[in-house]
C-alpha cells in the first residue's frame, strides 16, 4: 500500500491522519498542496524529517516546480519524483490510500 | 447485424474494499460520494469495510435533521446499511464481510463514544485500524 497525501499540513489534518494510520515502512507521497510539507525549516519540518526515517518518503517535482520551491529546499531525505516516478510506485505498491 | 449474444462472467470477483470516511456529512460532497459508492459495493455484494477518522464520525452521529438546511439526511442511509449487514452476516450462503470501524483516537477528540452513533461500530485504535486499512485490495476515500 502506498499512501498519498495532497493538502497542505498548514491547512488540513490529513498529514497527521497519514501518519497516525499508515504502518511502518509504508511509502508516503506528498503531492499537490501536499508538497508544502516537504519544504524545510517551517513548523512542521522536525515532524516530517522524523517521519521519514519510518516512510520511504517522496515528493512531486512538478508540484515543487508549479509552487516555486526548489529541490534545494526539499527536507533531506525526501525522494523527488516526477509523474513517471509516482506511476512506477503505485506499480510496486498496489493499493492507494489517498488522504484527501 | 450480430446476433450474438454478450455475456458478462463477474461471478465470482469479490474483493477487499475499504471506504474511509473523513470529512463532515453537509459541508463538502465527499461524505455523500463515498456512500453512493458503498451502495454500489453492497449491490455486487463485495467485502466491505466501512471506516470513520477523523470529522468523518459526524456523519453518523445520532438525532441528525437536516429539515431546516434543505439537504438529505443520509445519515439514516447507514442505518439501512447496518440492517443489510445483519442480514448478510446471519445468511450462510451470503459471502460478504462488512464492517462498521470509527477510529478510537478520532472520536475521543471530539468527545464522541460508541453510544453516540446510529449503528453499531466496532471501535478500534490507530495501530490497528493501520494493519486492517494495508490488507485492503481497494480503498476508497472521501
Partial sequence: ?100 | MSDTEIEYDTEGVVKKFMYVNRKAPYGTIYALEVLEAVLISAAFEQHACIVFIDDGVYQIRKGQDTAAINMKNFSKTYGIIAMEKEDADEDEDMDMVWRIIVEKESIEARGLSADDFIVEVEVIASADLAEIMAEQEVVISG
Fill in chain 1, 1 to 100: 500500500m502506498i499512501h498519498t497525501v495532497n493538502k497542505s499540513p498548514f491547512e488540513r489534518n490529513s498529514l497527521d491522519s497519514c501518519l497516525r494510520l499508515s504502518l511502518k515502512g509504508s511509502p508516503i507521497l506528498l503531492l499537490e498542496d501536499g508538497v508544502y510539507a516537504a519544504t524545510s525549516g517551517t513548523s512542521v519540518s522536525d515532524k516530517i524529517a522524523g517521519a521519514a526515517k519510518d516512510h520511504p518518503m517522496y515528493v512531486m517535482g512538478p508540484d515543487l516546480q508549479a509552487r516555486g520551491i526548489t529541490e534545494d529546499e526539499v527536507i533531506d531525505g525526501i525522494t523527488v519524483v516526477d509523474y513517471g516516478g509516482f506511476v512506477d510506485l503505485v506499480v510496486e505498491h498496489g493499493t492507494v490510500q489517498s488522504w484527501l
